[in-house]
């Protein structure tokens, strides 16, 4: 018997009812850009950086349309300039290098380790090699490195850190919110991350000035002052002429869907757990296939799986993925020669120029990833290891793979 996968992997849960209601008020009064006050009104947008501050512990945060637009902002609130070189991962997602390649500066890839995080030699080396003041640091489906071990390097390197937190909101590294160990965290609210308001991010910090360049250059003319989540006005006034308005802001629309989702992150992080260990326990023991091992000190939100086929060809890779899909599963190749959706690969990303990584490439030719949206109940996901775990046998079969010499016996 061969089952099929019917569910859908993006289909992602509804608006909360309480977001819904926000919202239509917001439709009804009409004032969606967040300056539009009424009088003594505080704007959604306003309410929303306040709550999302307190909730990761940061003093400042500003909404943004994106997280793409967060991160090129708090890369402007560095002062990067064009043609500056900027550190950030080989094994991320195209809006990353994009946010650096936005103010015409250069990204340079550092590669990736087999547990999927930033390999912090290569950080070393490539640091010095490039002079580069700052790594946009993506943890990249929310896989977190040993996050001491970075920020030690980078303070020693002289080198300031921008987490993309896009795969990491509402996740921890030993107790401390994900975005709260460099300068700078950045999230995404789009539809597929861990809250959703079809498009949106953040960026929060604790540096005053940072806050500030960042608040005007998101485009809040002289209106700073109605931010509830920003620094005091002084620290404004030394830069309110200096910085350009890059127009990114967040409206209040998309704050009043949000604002209900922040207490709902820790719950989403629980459920998120249990379909994730559910794979995890699927998969174990499945011969040819590497587990991704999950460090202790990682709360992590588990949105997305991650597995390795260490040393398998191309051609088996590819008819293991064509089976599984045939089968409901839609698995993710990071692999494939050309991108598909979101697959795209440092060396696809020709605007940088990009160098070759061997090291990068051995792991990202056998990189399979999936989404897990919490739509899916843990039965679904148990049936998806099933087929996953079958495909893999199958592939192994199907495919005349290089005879490998037979065991020595000495
Ligand atoms: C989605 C995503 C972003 C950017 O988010 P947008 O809100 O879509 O601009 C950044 N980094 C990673 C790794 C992402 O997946």
Redesign the pocket.
């Known amino acids: 018997m061969t089952e099929t996968f019917t569910g859908s992997f993006t289909q992602q849960e509804p608006i909360p009812e309480a977001g819904i209601a926000a919202a239509l008020e917001v439709l009804r009064h009409g004032r969606l850009h967040r300056y539009n006050t009424a009088p003594g009104e505080i704007a959604e947008t306003a309410l929303l950086e306040e709550e999302f501050a307190a909730y990761v512990g940061a003093r400042y945060c500003l909404a943004l349309a ?6 090129a902002c708090a890369l402007r609130a560095l002062q990067v300039q064009a043609g500056d070189p900027v550190l950030s991962n080989a094994f ?2 195209a ?2 290098p994009g ?1 650096i390649a936005s103010l015409g500066a250069r990204p340079v890839f550092v590669d990736v380790t087999e547990d999927l995080t930033i390999d912090l030699p290569h950080l070393e080396v490539q640091a010095k090699a490039s002079g580069a003041r700052v790594l946009l640091l ?4 929310g896989h977190v490195c040993d996050m001491e071990a970075l920020i030690a390097l980078c303070d020693r390197l002289g080198v300031r850190v921008v987490e ?1 937190c ?2 990491t909101m509402g996740a921890k590294w030993k107790g401390v919110a994900s975005g709260r160990h460099g300068a700078v965290g ?1 999230y ?3 539809t ?2 861990h809250m959703n308001s079809g ?3 953040f960026l929060v910090t604790d540096d005053a000035d940072l806050a500030a360049r960042a608040v005007l250059l998101s485009g809040s003319y002289m209106l700073y002052a109605r931010h509830r989540a920003a620094p005091a006005a002084e620290v404004f006034e030394a830069l309110k002429l200096e910085v350009p308005n890059i127009s990114s802001r967040m409206d209040n629309l998309r704050a009043a869907i949000l604002r209900p989702q922040i207490g709902m992150l820790d719950d989403r992080r629980a459920r998120w757990r249990a379909l994730y260990q559910a794979m995890e326990a699927g998969l174990a023991g499945v011969p040819g296939v590497r587990l991704i091992p999950r460090p202790q000190a990682e709360d992590y939100v588990g949105s997305s799986f991650q597995f390795l086929l260490p040393g398998w060809e191309p051609a088996r890779v590819a008819s293991f993925v064509a089976g599984a899909a045939a089968r409901g599963v839609e698995l993710k190749w990071f692999g494939a020669a050309d991108p598909a959706g ?1 697959t795209s690969r440092y060396a696809h990303w020709r605007y940088a120029a990009p160098e070759p990584l061997p090291a990068t490439d051995r792991v990202l030719a056998g990189l399979i990833d999936m989404r897990l949206p919490l739509t899916f109940s843990v039965g679904d996901v148990a049936q998806i290891a099933r087929i996953v775990g079958d495909e893999a046998g199958r592939a192994a079969a199907a495919v005349s793979v290089a005879p490998v010499a037979a065991p020595v016996a000495d």
């Open positions: 994106s997280g793409g637009a967060a991160m991320t997602l809006p990353v946010a993506s943890h990249m489906r993309d896009a795969h950045c995404s609210t789009q597929y991350k498009e949106g991010g979101f």
